[in-house]
């Protein structure tokens, strides 16, 4: 509504704001590549709907995050609302995550521990199924390497490691880590089905070469069928 005050010749006008500044006020915009709790914590107070980019990796982690928080994600591409400037900076943002030109999006698995035949699960997994990383020097290492991996932006994980339940204590002190040892074969279909876990930990003193290669096979698939 226009008022128009006179005084001294002089009129000020003042104009109500815009119904769609106010109606923008409760939607956040990432243009960032990979989504984490990480980067939504402190950033969500008041906030109902985050844009994201079509292309963006948004971590289990930060879903059940922004479920908790009641916040709808909505995935925008190349014909969205979103400006010119701000698609500029998605693409920017993308190249940094990437870290080079043409590179593809992370695994959807990443694979780390400190058993002895780590080098020959990464000749028997597909490449673009899960990244296999070498043999780590100790539990704790090849733990920290997967949670690297994850917050970079692979979906879930899985360790093979000589202290199985000492590693899932330790894990699950990481919110980005949902942690679940699996005893056997026989276990693994029961723990998929009940725990909505992103991270698989295998005794290496349990498991062999052909039995972990089929897991995080049949790991990739649930994986797969959830998307």
């Not at 923008?24 to 989504?35: E, G």
């Not at 917050?151 to 949902?178: E, I, Y």
Request: glycine share 4%; with cysteine.
């Amino acid at each position: 509504m226009l008022a128009t005050l006179i005084d001294g010749g002089t009129s000020v006008a003042s104009v109500s704001a815009k119904p769609s500044e106010s109606s923008r006020a409760s939607t956040l915009r990432l243009v960032d590549q990979v989504v984490s709790v990480a980067l939504l914590k402190n950033r969500l107070i008041g906030i109902q709907v985050l844009e994201i980019a079509q292309s963006a990796v948004l971590t289990p982690a930060a879903r059940d995050y922004l479920r908790e928080c009641k916040v709808e994600i909505v995935r925008v591409g190349k014909h969205s609302s979103i400006e010119p400037k701000a698609l500029a900076e998605l693409a920017l943002s993308s190249a940094s995550v990437s870290g080079s030109k043409g590179m593809d999006r992370p695994q959807r698995l990443i694979v780390a521990g400190t058993a002895a035949w780590m080098p020959a699960i990464a000749k028997q997994l597909c490449s673009k199924q899960a990244k296999v990383c070498s043999a780590s020097i100790d539990d704790t290492a090849a733990l920290r390497t997967v949670a690297e991996g994850i917050r970079a932006g692979h979906q879930a994980a899985v360790m093979l490691v000589h202290s199985a339940h000492a590693t899932c204590w330790q894990a699950a002190r990481d919110d980005s880590l949902r942690p679940a040892v699996v005893s056997n074969w026989t276990e693994l279909n029961d723990v998929l089905r009940e725990v909505p876990a992103n991270l698989l930990i295998l005794s290496a003193k349990a498991w062999n070469l052909p039995s972990s290669c089929n897991t995080a096979r049949r790991f990739f698939q649930h994986l797969q069928n959830r998307s």
